[in-house]
């Protein structure tokens, strides 16, 4: 504002012939103006210069031309350069630097050429143009044909020769300037080490991180921070760490580089430390860690630093507004995403295909897949991965009419696009299909991954079909992925529920790796199929030996175990344990386990007094467990009294009402008997069939 007051009280001086002010003042304005960006008063003053006279004095004139050079007015340069003749070298320099900028690199090389004197800046500015739009064998050719053999000039060319990616090239260019006796400033070193980093090669990295230190740039913010980049190239994650440590200053870019590390590396907690700690963040300092608490499956902590950084008044980056609307997908915040998606059509961005892709995930996960397809309609250029995306959406909220039809409209499909379908049907329970369409993908010529394979695993262990789970473990031996996790786990998994114990056991005993899933899978499968005790010193075997740190689901097995094998004492004390030595909290489940111990072993009164003492409603399956430990021990008092509160959950299930008629008719109390069988009719409760089923071609 006082600019512009300033620039009004100017343009109404009238000058008179002795009035040399505004040439000081004009050249002051025009400086001010270069910077401010305001073009407007910089034509205004331009015309005013013009009808004093003034723009024809070459001082004045230079102004007028770095003025819209820097303002990237290029009409009112050529018009500048067509009314005044008069320029230096620095003005010519100039104009090479602006037509390179524009992109016109014949131009500048032509104005290059007629050049009647050049200087260094000369050949620096053509040589580093050519470089930058690709035409590296002309570059060179002038660089060899230069007189002027600086650091900057040496520099300019390997810079240059890295910026398209010729690595190699850049250090023979590196090694030849040493030869000339130049010394390396910062920014060839940077860029040497750069170089390195693109060839992955250890040991030249290791020679030129000595040259650093002997020409005194170890210390160096910008060469440091390239040996950090280096170094995590390279996977030399404890040298990165101490440059990182060992540097007197650092920048946000030294510490987003140690962030992105421990990101990659999975050190979620340590990478928040350095979050923490960063004295200066940038908006890829929120992003990375945004992003991993988005992908590590602590979605809050990615909403709560979305937050923060909006509130510090920093823009998110695609990237980052990628990865909260991913977040909020599994938060299932719907209107929270809305503002997002809104944000973004604001600034833009919704045709971006990373983000109509999340928003097309977190629309379906919030169980909104009309609003799914609409942006993924409204995507003007779809690839494979926003296919795939409204496939997986239609397919998790159970619309397989919809996921197939789409599915056979993909135009390139990946291994992505057929496990979208798959894992629909399997979910689903639309077993058939699936291996039909696994049979398909297999014709197709796509080759199926862990998760395909962990998929159809499932689907074979859901309906026990042992012959489809070998001829998948065939396949899984042929492709070489038998090692992996997640494959064993499954296999594991399906041969424990498809009643193969030997051969789960086999398969976990030769998987190299094992998570907590891997763990579990195996000691729940041998307390399912009567192996308890086994089941027992699995874990306690787990315990001793690895690391894994034991979940509910895996103390869930256990106490199931203990049930089946009536080991009291033990299942208590691993009930006791669950808060005080895991950190786990029991739930339901784990006090129907308990109620069934102690009601198996006869303690009936310990047992309705776990059921009566749970910190929340108990579920049928307590009530179930103490009155078939009733029935089995002839206790009719509390199994009227267990029976009466399971009559809650009679729409839930009838057993309750099937043993308590079991408990009568072992008494030959067959009135009752048959009054409980008319309370079932009335209800429409219907006893659940026991089944059996066997294999024939397949």
Excluded at 643 to 654: C, D, N, V, Y
Aim: aromatic share 10%; glycine share 6%.
């Amino acid at each position: 504002m006082k600019l512009k007051v300033a620039l009004k009280t100017l343009l109404t001086i009238k000058p008179t012939e002795n009035f040399k002010g505004p040439k000081e003042i004009c050249s002051s304005f025009l400086k001010i103006l270069k910077k401010s960006g305001c073009i407007a008063q910089g034509r205004a003053l331009h015309g005013v210069l013009f009808k004093m006279g003034l723009s024809s004095e070459r001082y004045i004139a230079v102004k007028i031309l770095i003025m819209y050079l820097n303002l990237r007015k290029f009409r009112e340069v050529d018009q500048v350069v067509s009314d005044y003749d008069g320029f230096d070298i620095v003005v010519y320099n100039c104009l090479l630097f602006a037509k390179v900028q524009r992109g016109l690199v014949d131009e500048a090389r032509l104005l290059f050429d007629k050049m009647p004197e050049r200087n260094e800046v000369s050949w620096t500015v053509l040589i580093s143009g050519l470089m930058k739009y690709g035409r590296v064998q002309e570059s060179m050719w002038y660089f060899e044909r230069n007189s002027f053999h600086s650091v900057v000039y040496w520099t300019a060319a390997i810079s240059g020769l890295i910026q398209n990616w010729l690595h190699l090239d850049a250090l023979k260019l590196f090694r030849r300037m040493l030869q000339h006796g130049v010394m390396p400033n910062k920014v060839s070193l940077t860029s040497v080490v750069k170089a390195c980093a693109g060839l992955g090669d250890c040991g030249l990295s290791m020679s030129v991180l000595g040259l650093l230190l002997k020409v005194g740039y170890g210390k160096n913010l910008s060469v440091c921070n390239s040996l950090i980049t280096l170094s995590l190239k390279l996977g030399k994650i404890d040298i990165a760490r101490m440059i990182f440590d060992r540097m007197e200053k650092r920048d946000v870019f030294s510490w987003t580089a140690i962030l992105d590390m421990y990101v990659q590396l999975g050190y979620l907690s340590e990478a928040r430390r350095v979050f923490d700690a960063m004295p200066q963040r940038n908006e890829v300092s929120w992003s990375v860690m945004i992003a991993r608490y988005s992908q590590s499956g602590c979605p809050e902590q990615a909403a709560i630093l979305f937050q923060q950084m909006v509130q510090e008044g920093l823009n998110p980056t695609v990237s980052c507004l990628s990865s909260i609307i991913t977040a909020l997908g599994s938060l299932k915040a719907l209107q929270a995403g809305m503002n997002i998606h809104g944000h973004a059509v604001k600034v833009g961005l919704e045709s971006d295909i990373f983000i109509s892709s999340s928003l097309i995930n977190f629309y379906c996960k919030c169980r909104k897949t009309e609003d799914g397809r609409s942006v993924f309609d409204s995507t003007p250029h779809k690839n494979v991965v926003s296919w795939n995306s409204m496939v997986a959406g239609y397919s998790l909220n159970g619309q397989l009419a919809w996921a197939k039809e789409l599915f056979g409209l993909i135009p390139e499909k990946n291994t992505v696009s057929w496990n979208a379908i798959l894992t629909g049907y399997v979910e689903n329970g639309h077993y058939d299909d699936a291996f039909d369409v696994f049979g398909r993908m297999l014709l197709a010529g796509d080759i199926p991954n862990n998760t395909t394979f962990a998929t159809m695993l499932c689907a074979c262990a859901t309906i026990a079909s042992l012959e489809k789970g070998k001829q998948l473990h065939g396949k899984i031996i042929k492709l070489g992925v038998q090692d992996d996790v997640f494959t064993g786990t499954a296999l594991v998994d399906m041969y424990a529920k498809s009643g193969d114990v030997e051969s789960s056991k086999l398969v976990f005993n030769r998987m190299p790796e094992k998570n907590e899933i891997s763990w579990t899978a195996m000691i729940q499968g041998l307390a399912e199929n009567g192996f308890a005790e086994e089941s027992i010193l699995l874990f306690e075997e787990m315990e001793r030996k690895s690391s894994i740190v034991p979940n509910e689901l895996m103390l869930l097995a256990v106490l199931s175990a203990c049930s089946h094998c009536r080991l009291v004492n033990k299942g208590l004390w691993y009930f006791n344990a669950m808060e005080r030595v895991y950190g786990i909290k029991p739930k339901g489940r784990h006090y129907t386990c308990i109620v069934d111990l102690l009601s198996r072993s006869g303690q009936l009164s310990e047992a309705e007094n776990i059921v009566k003492s749970m910190p929340f409603q108990p579920e049928a399956d307590a009530w179930a467990a103490l009155l078939s430990g009733c029935n089995t021990y002839k206790d009719k008092d509390t199994a009227e009294r267990t029976a009466k509160m399971l009559s809650e959950f009679a729409e839930q299930s009838p057993t309750g009402y099937v043993l308590l008629s079991n408990l009568y008719a072992s008494d030959g109390r067959w009135t009752e008997v048959s009054n409980i069988w008319e309370l079932m009719k009335e209800q429409k409760l219907n006893k659940s069939r026991g089944r059996s089923w066997i294999e024939v071609r397949n």
